[in-house]
């Protein structure tokens, strides 16, 4: 799940071969420890009873009603049930990624914050591959993997997603201003049916030029 | 220039710390920021002169760099953290008056968003440029932004979001610091804001790298 101290460091903005030799130590120092406190974890939940309004951006998970908007809801509106998820890059990467005291080391904060970035969403994108292979092994397909605050959906939405993810679901709580904790962690929904494909994120409907999403293909 | 500060400069410059910090390798066993500062001023190198011609100049070319992709972040953390190393020195001055600030910037990430890497480089950065730093910390609720700005009159207010989720409540935040205090001026920053952005929601400046908000800052001061 950790990448390559090349792939790490080319995500700070060294091009190959070009970052200082004390980065790398640091990199490595950082990697040795996290290999120390393995803490990934990704899960996720099957919602059958679902209904979708593309006209009115709309996603009913059982009396739930959530708003993700038009961008996610034509691209789930063949779903015929989504699965929940949740993936967390642990604890230990997301608090030592935090830099708040005077004599923090101010590098490894940076390094460990990067890294927990990376680690995240490269869990997120196995457990996507996993729910696609169990999925195709019955006749399903899956779309892409949505979040709130991203294609327009609201980020405080995320509260309603937590009320099917109840318990510290995958390690994961959410505070009062919709934020996850541990910090390195990701949450949404992913469309399965018969019908659904698998597209990558149509960001030329979207207006945020800085997404982390944006232009991926997978 | 003394030699002294030139040293100053140059261990700013290239990340020296101190005496034990290792970084960078040709500058090994060599006394940093920390030491240097306190020689230039037991050899009667007044604050003001170590600010202006040590520490000021090094994280201006430290910034320019940056904004030149020719050196990133690590580098730049390594940067602000020998000129804070060197500023423990300096803070008693300011205290008794002798060294004057340039003003007040009050600093924080927006409710909702617990990054600090980039805020707490901004705000070294600023301090190392004469400013006097009110650090507000993370997830900043907006009261807390009102409550500062009311403390400290005249006061300039940096709003940082690292979350494209996040960059909502930066809104609200400007829109209520703006309602209340029509005059203060608003600096946002931050991976997912733009200039549109900043537009869009009425703040006065957006900074698109710390040396950005080093020169808007430096325009207010004069």
Redesign the interface.
Same mark, same amino acid.
């Given at each position: 799940m950790l990448p390559s101290v090349r792939a790490l460091e080319r995500a700070?903005?060294?091009p190959a071969g070009n970052?200082?030799?004390?980065?790398t130590a640091?990199i490595t120092e950082v990697f040795d420890e996290l290999i120390a406190h393995e803490e990934i974890r990704a899960e996720y939940r099957i919602i059958d009873d679902i209904a979708i309004d593309t006209d009115a951006g709309t996603l009913t998970l059982q009396e739930v009603v959530l708003s993700p908007g038009l961008t996610v809801t034509v691209q789930i509106r063949e779903a015929e049930k989504v699965a929940l998820f949740v993936c967390t890059a642990g604890a230990t990467v997301s608090d030592r990624?935090?830099?708040?005291t005077?004599d923090a080391d101010?590098?490894k904060?940076?390094?460990y914050?990067v890294t927990g970035t990376i680690v995240v969403e490269n869990a997120a994108d196995m457990m996507l591959q996993e729910l696609r292979r169990t999925m195709e092994a019955g006749g399903y397909g899956i779309t892409n993997r949505f979040s709130?605050?991203?294609c327009g959906w609201?980020?405080a939405e995320q509260h309603k997603l937590f009320i099917f993810l109840r318990d510290n679901y995958g390690g994961v709580t959410l505070?009062e201003?919709?934020?996850m904790k541990p910090?390195k962690s990701v949450s949404g929904i992913i469309g399965i049916g018969r019908k659904v494909r698998f597209a990558p994120y149509s960001c030329s409907m979207c207006d945020?030029?800085?997404?982390?999403y944006r232009g991926r293909k997978t | 220039m003394n030699q002294l500060l030139e040293k100053i400069s140059a261990c700013v410059e290239f990340g020296k710390i101190d005496i034990k910090s290792?970084?960078?390798?040709s500058m090994k066993d060599q006394e940093g920021a920390f030491e240097l500062t306190r020689s230039a001023l037991d050899a009667g190198i007044s604050a003001g002169e170590i600010l202006e011609e040590a520490l000021i100049p090094a994280m201006s070319r430290v910034g320019q760099k940056f904004s030149r992709?020719e050196i990133?972040?690590?580098?730049m #953390?390594?940067a602000?953290?020998a000129m804070?190393s060197s500023m423990t020195h300096i803070r008693p001055y300011y205290l008794s008056g002798e060294t004057r600030r340039k003003g007040t910037f009050i600093i924080g990430t927006v409710?909702?968003?617990?990054?600090?890497?980039g805020k707490?480089?901004v705000a070294m950065m600023i301090e190392g440029a004469g400013w006097e730093i009110i650090d507000l910390?993370?997830?900043v609720s907006v009261d807390e932004f009102i409550d500062a700005a009311e403390k400290h009159p005249g006061a300039i207010v940096g709003l940082s979001a690292l #979350?494209?989720?996040?960059m909502?409540?930066m809104r609200k935040t400007t829109a209520t610091l703006k309602e209340k205090f029509p005059h203060l001026q608003i600096l946002v920053g931050g991976?997912?804001?733009?200039s549109e952005f900043c537009e869009k929601i009425g703040a006065d400046f957006y900074a698109p790298d710390p040396q950005g908000a080093v020169d808007y800052l430096s325009t207010l001061a004069q």
């Open positions: 700070m903005g060294y970052a200082p030799g004390y980065l640091v990624s935090r830099c708040s005077p101010l590098l904060g940076y390094v914050d709130p605050g991203y609201d980020m505070t201003s919709a934020l910090v945020d030029k800085n997404c982390l | 290792p970084y960078p390798p992709n990133f972040v690590p580098q #953390l390594m602000a953290k804070s409710t909702g968003d617990l990054h600090d890497i707490n480089l910390g993370v997830d #979350l494209t989720t996040t909502e409540n991976a997912p804001v733009t």
